[in-house]
């Protein structure tokens, strides 16, 4: 299928799981890895205000558009952020993020 892409993400034990995402469904890493069963807080609901939804970019990176301004200033109040990461409620995938990599670092509930 053209509008399928899988992704791997790796939880906050280590464990890898790969995740396959139709890219026509206009969701947001975020509502993925939830809809995925993954424990993401999401306090804010996806509008970059609560950062609990803070992933770390392993490979793919340079596919994913730049992070806003707003998702910035979150990053910046997170203790453990770093270069390689962003808000999975800011990100939107599409068919060139086929292989993306990522690790979840948000807060648990």
Known sequence: MDNLITI???DREGTVKDVEIPTDINLSLMEILKASEYEILATCGGMALCATCHVQILEGAENLSEPQDQELDMLDT??????ESRLACQIRLGNENDGLRIKIKGALQ
């Open 8 to 10: 791997y993400v790796e």
């Open 78 to 83: 997170l203790p453990d952020a770093d270069e």
